[in-house]
T-cell receptor, first 113, second 115 residues
Framework: DGGITQSPKYLFRKEGQNVTLSCEQN?????MYWYRQDPGQGLRLIYY???????QKGDIAEGYSVSREKKESFPLTVTSAQKNPTAFYLC????????????FGEGSRLTVL | KQEVTQIPAALSVPEGENLVLNCSFT??????LQWFRQDPGKGLTSLLL?????REQTSGRLNASLDKSSGRSTLYIAASQPGDSATYLC??????????????FGPGTSLSVIP
């Protein structure tokens, strides 16, 4: 079935470590997004990419990095520079067809110990 | 600056009741509006997408309406069931050609349907 796969579902990290969250889609969508969700704060955009080899910062890009080497993949690295990385991370994608409908993965919960 | 609000923040209803969730936005220049459902610890599931030229969309027991001029959308759930318990979010995509493809999300309404 077509969809967005995020891994791992749960991740624990020690302070000072970088971690990479995976996001893969088989929907043939051009645009992909990373959001962060914290209790009481809603969804905030970290990075987005509208085409391979191009990406843009969102509202809270500091301490994060991304790459878009393949259309299907948009990994997010949470670096040690991110001061408060414990959160629920959501990956999404959108195609050119379908009226711009946004689809989400199941999310990855990162906890810093 | 586009802002999206949802009222109420939480709602508890008995099973079988029809209910309405509200979404308000401050800038009427929107491309589309999308309703999502989120279960605890899960991702967002798309429920309905309304284009700016449309007034409503229906899927099963769900009906979403859009009134751009008043900056409002409602999600109507008929004959609610305990399985409808979740957080419902609306999201607005601005209708502007910018390099910043930003979708604005509301804070969500947490719905509990009591058996």
């Amino acid at each position: 079935d077509g969809g967005i796969t995020q891994s791992p579902k749960y991740l624990f990290r020690k302070e000072g470590q970088n971690v990479t969250l995976s996001c893969e889609q088989n929907l043939n969508h051009d645009a992909m997004y990373w959001y962060r969700q914290d209790p009481g704060q809603g969804l905030r955009l970290i990075y987005y990419s509208q085409i391979v080899n191009d990406f843009q910062k969102g509202d809270i890009a500091e301490g994060y990095s991304v790459s878009r080497e393949k259309k299907e993949s948009f990994p997010l690295t949470v670096t040690s520079a991110q001061k408060n990385p414990t959160a629920f991370y959501l990956c999404a994608s959108r195609g050119r067809l379908g009226g711009g409908e946004l689809f989400f993965g199941e999310g990855s919960r990162l906890t810093v110990l | 600056k586009q802002e999206v609000t949802q009222i109420p923040a939480a709602l508890s209803v008995p099973e079988g009741e029809n209910l309405v969730l509200n979404c308000s936005f401050t800038d009427s220049a929107i491309y589309n509006l999308q309703w999502f459902r989120q279960d605890p610890g899960k991702g967002l599931t798309s429920l309905l997408l309304i284009q700016s030229s449309q007034r409503e969309q229906t899927s099963g027991r769900l009906n979403a309406s859009l009134d751009k001029s008043s900056g409002r959308s409602t999600l109507y759930i008929a004959a609610s069931q305990p399985g409808d318990s979740a957080t419902y979010l609306c999201a607005v995509k601005p209708d502007r050609e910018t390099s910043y493809d930003k979708v604005i999300f509301g804070p969500g309404t947490s719905l509990s349907v009591i058996p």
